[in-house]
């Protein structure tokens, strides 16, 4: 054949590893993306509003609906007695979260019936009629309530230990006993909960949701309406945001609105706004931590005891998992010699609290960095050569076990330090700060460099496995579905870059199409920071299918052995002919060869045994260092952030553009986490920081004024994981640690850093004017 038929490029557009925009950029940007609620409406369709109780924990003594239904507009009201199947959206099988409230209210703005009317402003005005009578119950909403009056838990505890904690905590002469109290945070996506269901026939539903988690929207709208998991499809284009926020809290607003499609044979609407979403929907833990920790004269630790207690909320939801992986974050990058960690997951009144991007280690590793600064003051040193002094050691060293009994076989914690002290100029940097500190009556400085080690696997070893469809059709275009959802996160552009390295052609061939259960069926959540590594090895293994066979054709119609086939840019090399890809498709489908493949993939290694508190539960770690340096004013507590820099570790990048985008939002999502987002419930267990107006989340105008953010291109997973990359999604988030850490120094500067100020999360102004006096008082 004729080879210089065709434009004879030696590189393909948008292969793996290159930096390239995310597929719907310019779509954000312009308005042209379209989210559920741009979806066209078919002709009748309704809209669904709820009614919230208004106590916190109460016996439901009455409920008059009458004005309710008599109101304008109204075509149902649904409560817990029209649900055909189970009244349950638990994500955990205890059936402990009900759809719709019956003779008890557990939370102030748990659902207690749903209005289904011709508009969505009937609906929510109708609900506002109803009249309800309770009889009040104790309630408590946070965890000191919890312990005073002695709560359950909502799921079962787990305890991590290794060594001797008990006899060896005591021998050290250093010994710090203390606690932290961490807040939790609002997930606050642009795009709130929506989910949009049209009826089909027999007992079929289609369901548009906007979630992390198709096939267990799913699993709970069958299980809502009795019918079997094949009548229910789920689809997600995209999200306005999810960070964990919608894994399990979708399921309720998917499961109404398909009861009510069916009930009425119309498609249904239900999309509550901001501040209805903020009330109804699960937060990030709150946690408290209480630390006993015994160390050395130098600041080596050899002993820690710690319990990590979680406000709940009052039904199971994600928990468990979540404070267990506080647990497995408690040791931060650091090695304990002997250490005993015990997690409390606590039932509270107020809404279940679940899934939040970090997913429990956050918590868990501020807890170690808080405990590391409690060394830094008892000892006389910067933070920095404490935490130097305790990672993580190389292998044969005796210092590479976790609390968990897994290995730290990869740890690159300690050049990624080293080298972003360098580059960021850290020690220069500290001695200039503390100087001025010395000569600064009012404002004070701070820096810190903090570390960040994450396990990279859920812990839930079955929800490590991904599902993908790949079809090349007859004119060499390439059609791509997988398991994983795009919340904004770029999954969508990685793993069509994996198709198209894999098939050696331009990117613009391979289409990206939503995600739906109709097609990759008993999906995970897009979580757990696995969306890149489980999807994009699934499409992989799908793409290998494909061209096996497409090799075996060329060898079979141009007699040449496996050897002389080769996958080159948009084109094919088969002995001494060369065949452009979409010509070489269409003859292979001409020979009947089968062009579609469903890729499959799960995680190795990984295994886990709760109840033991030993395993192996992540398949790799992924490490990163950040330095924040900030100015605060000890006259009013407020700060400003004057300088970040980041090294960060995500292997071979598979799209260094999309990743250091995502460091960059997860940091200052972490630095809104630790700084300015701050729930707060009245005594009534009431949620009064639900809008805007009360809850403050990061503007552009906080952001760093300095922020440097390199990839430590070294870097190079020792694990088979797609491209050799690493995960990205969550690990960054803890980057921000720095800040509050940040911030404490430079409030301990008011008494020549002599005690370690304890400084709570979130650090709000109010907060650090506190410890200011507070150091004051010591000074």
């Known amino acids: 054949m004729d080879n210089t038929s065709f ?28 989210y559920i609620d741009d979806i066209p409406e078919p002709a009748g369709t309704l809209h669904g509003g709820l009614g919230l109780a208004d106590r916190a924990h109460a016996q439901i003594v009455s409920i008059d609906l009458d004005a309710v239904k008599a109101a304008p507009g109204v075509v149902w009201v ?13 994500s955990t099988g205890r059936h402990d979260e009900p759809l719709l409230a019956t003779d008890l209210v557990q939370f102030h703005g748990q659902p207690i019936f749903a209005v289904f009317a011709e508009t969505r402003d009937h609906a ?55 606690s ?61 945001g999810g960070f964990g926020g919608k894994e399990t809290q979708g399921n309720q607003f998917a499961a109404l609105a398909a009861v009510a499609a069916k009930k009425l044979n119309r498609a249904v609407k239900f999309r509550p706004d901001r501040d209805e979403d903020m009330s109804m929907t699960g937060k990030r833990h709150d946690f408290r931590v209480d630390y006993d920790i ?36 408690a040791d931060s990058s650091y090695f304990y010699p002997h250490v005993h960690l015990t997690s409390q997951p606590l039932k509270t009144h107020t809404v279940s609290n679940t899934a939040f991007r970090g997913f429990g280690g956050p918590q868990g590793m501020l807890g170690a960095e808080r405990m590391i600064e409690e060394i830094a003051y008892a000892v006389g040193k910067d933070p920095l050569e404490v935490r130097k002094l305790n990672f993580y050691g190389k292998p044969g060293s005796g210092r590479t076990t976790t609390p968990y009994h897994q290995e730290v076989e990869d740890c690159v914690i300690a050049r990624i330090v080293e080298e972003l002290e360098q580059s960021s100029d850290y020690q220069a940097r500290r001695q200039a700060i503390l100087e001025f500190n010395e000569q600064s009556p009012v404002i004070r400085k701070g820096i810190a460099l903090t570390p960040v080690k994450f396990g990279i696997s859920f812990t839930l070893t079955a929800y490590n496995q991904a599902g993908a469809l790949v079809h090349v059709y007859n004119d060499g275009s390439i ?5 994983g959802t795009e919340m904004g996160q770029g999954l969508y552009t990685k793993v069509a870059q994996v198709v198209a390295d894999a098939f050696q052609v331009d990117i613009d061939r391979v289409k990206i199409t939503a995600t739906t259960t109709g097609k990759v069926p008993n999906t995970s959540a897009t979580a757990a920071s696995s969306g890149s590594d489980l999807n994009g090895m699934a499409a992989y293994d799908a793409c290998r299918q494909i061209k096996e066979r497409l090799v075996d054709f060329a060898c079979r119609q141009w007699k040449v052995d496996q050897s002389e086939v080769e996958f080159l840019p948009n084109r094919i090399r088969i002995g001494g002919d060369t065949v452009p890809f979409d010509t070489f498709v269409k003859a292979a489908y001409y020979d009947r060869v089968q062009l579609s493949a469903a890729g499959f993939y799960k995680t190795p290694k990984i295994h886990w045994d709760r109840a033991a508190g030993k395993g192996h539960p ?47 939002g997860a940091f200052v999502q972490g630095m809104g986490w630790l700084t300015t987002e701050e729930l707060w419930w009245d005594a009534k267990g009431r949620l009064r920081t639900h809008a805007p107006s009360t809850y403050k989340i990061p503007l552009a105008s906080d952001r760093p004024k300095i922020f440097n953010v390199q990839l430590a291109e070294w870097s190079e997973n020792a694990e088979p994981t797609i491209g050799r990359s690493k995960a990205v999604g969550e690990p960054p988030f803890m980057l921000a640690i720095s800040v509050l850490e940040a911030i404490s120094m430079a409030v301990a500067s008011v008494a020549d850093y002599t005690a370690c100020p304890r400084l709570d999360a979130p650090a709000t102004p109010e907060r ?4 200011v006096e507070r150091m004051k008082a010591l000074g």
């Not at 434009?7 to 950029?25: T, W, Y």
């Not at 649904?78 to 638990?90: F, L």
């Open 124 to 178: 929510r005005r109708a609900a506002l009629l109803a009249k309800i009578e309770y009889r009040d119950l104790p309630h408590w909403s946070d965890i000191a309530g919890a312990r005073d009056n002695g709560a359950p838990f909502v799921t079962e505890p787990m305890t991590l230990k290794r060594g001797e904690p008990e006899a060896e905590i005591g021998k050290p002469p250093l010994r710090v006993q203390a």
């Open 78 to 90: 649904m409560t817990a007695d029209d649900i055909p199947g189970a009244n349950d959206v638990g």
């Open 618 to 664: 992540f398949y790799y770690f992924a490490y990163g260092a950040c330095v924040s340096e900030v100015s605060i004013d000890t006259l009013t507590g407020e700060y400003m952030m004057d300088r970040t820099d980041i090294l960060h570790d995500v292997g071979k990048s598979l799209n260094p553009a999309i990743d250091i985008g995502q460091i960059e």
């Open 7 to 34: 434009p004879m490029k030696p590189v393909i557009d948008g292969p793996m590893h290159v930096s390239l925009k995310h597929d719907s950029a310019h779509k954000h940007v312009t308005g042209q993306a379209e």
């Open 479 to 483: 059609h791509l579905n997988h398991g």
């Open 180 to 240: 932290m109290e961490i807040g939790g945070q609002e997930h606050f996506y642009l795009e709130s909960h929506i989910a949009f269901a049209i009826p089909g026939e027999d007992d079929d539903v289609i369901v548009w949701s906007s979630t992390q988690h198709p096939s267990e929207v799913q699993h709970m709208v069958a299980h809502v309406l009795g019918v079997p998991n094949h009548a229910i499809e789920v689809r997600t284009r995209r999200m306005g």
């Open 768 to 771: 650090v004017l506190m410890a």
């Open 294 to 329: 015994a160390f050395d004269e130098d600041g080596r630790i050899h002993a820690v005891d710690a319990t990590y207690a979680a406000r709940c909320g009052f039904s199971a939801d994600l928990s468990g998992p979540v404070t267990d992986r506080a647990l497995f974050h």
